[in-house]
T-cell receptor, first 114, second 113 residues
Framework: DVKVTQSSRYLVKRTGEKVFLECVQD?????MFWYRQDPGLGLRLIYF???????EKGDIPEGYSVSREKKERFSLILESASTNQTSMYLC?????????????FGPGTRLTVT | QQQVKQSPQSLIVQKGGISIINCAYE??????FPWYQQFPGKGPALLIA?????SEKKEGRFTISFNKSAKQFSLHIMDSQPGDSATYFC????????????FGKGTKLTVNP
């Protein structure tokens, strides 16, 4: 089974702190994604990576950056956390040009910024 | 052009009833339409998916109906059970394109016992 793991299930940080959210997948997938999920807004794509060291902005990249130094690991960075970044963060992976473009999601990290 | 519109936002159904969630899209280049199911505290997981060359796909109690001319597709859950209570997301993608799924905003389904 594909497994996508996220470093923390719950995280509480203070305004202005630098926050790292880590995601690891074990299926050798090329594509990795970071979403945030908020009630009534669904899943919004923050950043996407289709290869090591490659990244592409999603719909809401402001205030976030990403790092992908190894194929299996994709990190989301909040350079200076703000209260409006309190949210559920979901990581996903998928194979490049897969016959079934299924995205496999991690369990999520619920981040609270106070 | 890239949006997928999903309705209703929330749905309450009695056990044994039929749950229906609808989605509409504009981009005719979309060629794969999955539905994801998310239980509380979990990430979304693929439930069922359809390609536009068929009008219906059924897997157990879950059926996708697809209307290509109307650019609409829907999820039907027959004999709904309390264990089906979850948030459901429709999505669309152009295979061989951007690799990014476009998601609807989700429907929170509650099935009362």
């Amino acid at each position: 089974d594909v497994k996508v793991t996220q470093s923390s299930r719950y995280l509480v940080k203070r305004t202005g702190e630098k926050v790292f959210l880590e995601c690891v997948q074990d299926m050798d997938h090329e594509n990795m994604f970071w979403y945030r999920q908020d009630p009534g807004l669904g899943l919004r794509l923050i950043y996407f990576s289709y290869d090591v060291k490659m990244k592409e902005k999603g719909d809401i990249p402001e205030g976030y950056s990403v790092s992908r130094e190894k194929k299996e690991r994709f990190s989301l960075i909040l350079e200076s956390a703000s209260t409006n970044q309190t949210s559920m963060y979901l990581c996903a992976s998928s194979p490049l040009r897969g016959s079934v473009p299924e995205q496999y999601f991690g369990p999520g990290t619920r981040l609270t910024v106070t | 052009q890239q949006q997928v519109k999903q309705s209703p936002q929330s749905l309450i159904v009695q056990k044994g009833g039929i749950s229906i969630i609808n989605c509409a899209y504009e981009n005719t280049a979309f060629d794969y339409f999955p539905w994801y199911q998310q239980f509380p505290g979990k990430g979304p997981a693929l439930l069922i998916a359809i390609r536009p060359d068929v009008s219906e796909k059924k897997e157990g109690r879950f059926t996708i109906s697809f209307n290509k001319s109307a650019k609409q597709f829907s999820l039907h859950i027959m004999d709904s059970q309390p264990g089906d209570s979850a948030t459901y997301f429709c999505a669309a993608i152009t295979q061989g394109g951007s690799e990014k799924l476009v998601f609807g905003k989700g429907t929170k389904l509650t099935v009362n016992p």
